[in-house]
């Protein structure tokens, strides 16, 4: 169970070393923080640099490779290894195959004192999202809000990296965007949504926050590819076969479930939630959307996937936002566990924890199937691995 000392510090809300007491529990408590034996461990700034290195050889942009390893590396930095390293191949043969412009800006179509629509001119997702979550950001702080649609984008990595950037401004940020067609809507067998992710990320005291990341999908389509590359099996919710039946085994997922799961468990909500993201991204922008959205990794064709960013700024609504967020969060977290060693987390939290354990390792640790792929992608693209410990 939790300690009186911890509850005391966390509802202590001036007290500046309650986050690292609540991370060093819930490092130690959690799950994640088990390294594994085979794993090794790549530090956070090689793997930075060996992520430019990879699109530098296939001819990206420089600026457009700094972003894309920008938002890679922190995707695994905080335990998201779905779209990090896992994703950089894709990245590097969508350049390669040119379905993906590797240089160019993209284009503001129209613009309103809180608003934007952009071409996002085929370039690499996460430097088309930096762009527009930067407008956004620039609109909040002037009139207190922006909204930023975009069309003709791609894969823009973990959402959560926009949002962060707005948190940091302290703002409000919101990113959506849409994907290949994956999830089977309630009562259906057929896909025709993609995992259309939410994040959306508040600041509160001292660098604290409530830091949403999550797919509108059970989980994305990665976690299923990260089960399979270690030889897992996964829960029934994750994924249902050709026929709509949910299955156990990864390499038989032909469909992700909505979050919820089936109908009984309230999946009609995930599938709403999807709607709902769908609507703010490739209707409103005016990309592609739903199952016209191209087949996941296809490379013959341009995704011209949709995708939003909204900003606000709290200062011009309640003037001690940071405050009363702080407040709750730190209620949250001092609530009594339903099970002992396992504390009440906000969104976020599970986030830091993995940033302290990679700290405390001196970086990011991976497992041996993931050790391979960079030694096989180095050797392909003949250029130098980063040091491995």
């Not at 791609?154 to 959560?160: D, K, L, M, P």
């Not at 290949?180 to 309630?186: A, F, I, W």
């Not at 296809?298 to 405050?323: K, R």
């Not at 609530?335 to 599970?350: Q, T, Y």
Request: aromatic residues 8%; proline residues 6%; glycine residues 8%.
């Amino acid at each position: 169970m939790l300690s009186k000392n911890f509850i005391r510090c966390l509802i202590d809300s001036n007290n500046t070393k309650y986050q690292q007491i609540f991370l060093r529990y819930a490092s130690t408590n959690s799950k994640e923080s088990v390294s594994d034996s085979k794993e090794k461990v790549v530090p956070k700034d090689e793997l930075h640099s060996f992520i430019v290195r990879c699109m530098l050889k296939v001819g990206t942009r420089p600026s457009h490779a700094e972003v894309l390893a920008d938002n890679l590396s922190m995707a695994d930095y905080r335990g998201h290894y779905s779209h990090g390293l896992n994703r950089l191949d894709m990245y590097v043969n969508d350049i390669k195959n040119e379905t993906t412009a590797k240089d160019g800006d993209p284009i503001i179509l129209k613009e309103s004192p809180g608003t934007a629509l952009v071409d996002g001119q085929n370039l690499l997702g996460p430097y088309v999202g930096k762009f527009c979550m930067d407008i956004a950001m620039e609109k909040a702080k002037n009139i207190g809000i922006g909204l930023v649609a975009a069309r003709r984008s791609n894969h823009f990595g973990i959402a959560g990296y926009y949002s962060l950037k707005a948190v940091d401004k302290d703002l409000i940020g919101w990113a959506f965007t849409n994907t290949s067609p994956l999830v089977v809507p309630t009562r259906s067998k057929a896909q025709s949504l993609g995992t259309n992710p939410i994040a959306f990320g508040a600041p509160a005291l001292n660098g604290d926050s409530f830091m949403l990341d999550m797919a509108t999908s059970t989980v994305a389509l990665g976690k299923v590819e990260i089960s399979q590359r270690r030889g897992n099996d996964i829960p029934n919710t994750w994924g249902v076969n050709a026929q709509g039946v949910p299955v156990t085994k990864p390499q038989e997922v032909q469909g992700l479930l909505a979050l919820g799961g089936p109908e009984e468990s309230s999946g009609y909500k995930g599938y709403g939630l999807a709607m709902m993201v769908e609507i703010l991204c490739g209707i409103l922008s005016g990309s592609h959307f739903g199952p016209w959205i191209r087949s996941w990794k296809a490379s013959t064709t341009e995704a011209n996937l949709g995708q939003c960013f909204i900003a606000i700024n709290p200062n011009v609504f309640e003037d001690e936002f940071e405050e009363r967020l702080q407040k709750l969060i730190n209620y949250c977290r001092a609530l009594p566990p339903s099970e002992s060693g396992k504390p009440v987390l906000i969104a976020g939290d599970p986030e830091r924890a993995h940033m302290l354990k990679c700290d405390k390792l001196g970086g990011i640790p991976y497992p041996p199937s993931q050790i391979e792929f960079i030694h096989t992608l180095a050797r392909s693209l003949k250029i130098d691995t980063p040091t491995i410990q």
